[in-house]
């Protein structure tokens, strides 16, 4: 099971929206709505963002959207924020004995 | 409040093993399956292993299978990851995980360094 696809970087200016996209394949992203996105801040644990493809655990900021289309899952950042700065990854249930993949990771940077 | 913490990492010769635990609190534990996720130093993250809340059902990453020995006692609210067989690539950063539809709570890491 390899790893789905993510940019390695996306930049923007406060309070733009950026998108990042995650590519996965039928057998994962494209099969099951089991899509997730990370946040994770330099020496920290990752922050769950997005789960089930679009909904948002309690306490995420709405600035956050997740959606997905065919095999490519995608995490919006409206209003962007110095706070936003971080390493961003998506996940996907795959249903195999590999029962999960990870993302290649995506820098965020705000200009 | 739910906490996470693991313990038992360090530094390990090629070839030998180590045991990692991960001492649940704030919840439920015994209801929730669990999962190991780990980083290797300024990579991405990747999936390790699953125990299910009962323990009966498990699944492993292809690259630890037949090498780790993911395990729980509810008992003691407790998670552990038998490693053996280390090699150089199974350096990072483990975090024990909870899980539900996704990986909501985490802990914070422990470092496990395969290194002569």
């Known amino acids: 099971q390899s790893a789905l696809t993510q940019p390695a970087s996306v930049s923007g200016s406060p309070g733009q929206s950026i998108t990042i996209s995650c590519t996965g394949t039928?057998?994962?992203?494209?099969?099951?709505?089991?899509v997730s996105w990370y946040q994770q801040h330099p020496g920290k644990a990752p922050k769950a963002l997005i789960y089930?493809?679009?909904n948002r655990p309690s306490g995420v900021s709405i600035r956050f959207s997740g959606s997905k289309s065919g095999n490519t899952a995608s995490l919006t950042i409206s209003g962007l924020q110095a706070e936003d700065e971080a390493d961003y990854y998506c996940?996907?249930?795959?249903?195999?004995?590999?029962?999960?993949?990870f993302g290649t990771g995506t820098r965020v940077t705000v200009l | 409040e739910i906490q996470l913490v693991e313990s038992g990492g360090g530094l390990v010769q090629p070839g030998g093993s180590l045991r990692l635990s991960c001492a649940a609190s704030?919840?439920?534990?015994?209801?929730?399956?669990m999962n190991w996720v780990r980083q290797a130093p300024g990579k991405g993250l990747e999936w390790v292993s699953y125990?299910?809340?009962?323990?009966?059902?498990?699944h492993y990453a292809d690259s630890v299978q037949g090498r780790f020995t993911i395990s729980r006692d509810n008992a003691k609210n407790s998670l552990y990851l038998q490693m053996d067989s280390l090699r150089a690539e199974d350096s990072a950063l483990y975090y024990c995980?909870?899980?539900?539809?996704?990986?909501?709570?985490w802990g914070q890491g422990i470092l496990v360094t395969v290194s002569s």
């Open positions: 704030g919840f439920s534990f015994s209801t929730y399956g």
């Open positions: 089930e493809v679009s």
């Open positions: 995980a909870r899980r539900t539809a996704f990986f909501d709570y």
């Open positions: 125990i299910g809340k009962s323990g009966r059902t498990i």
């Open positions: 996940s996907s249930y795959t249903g195999s004995n590999t029962l999960d993949v």
């Open positions: 039928s057998s994962d992203i494209g099969r099951y709505n089991f």
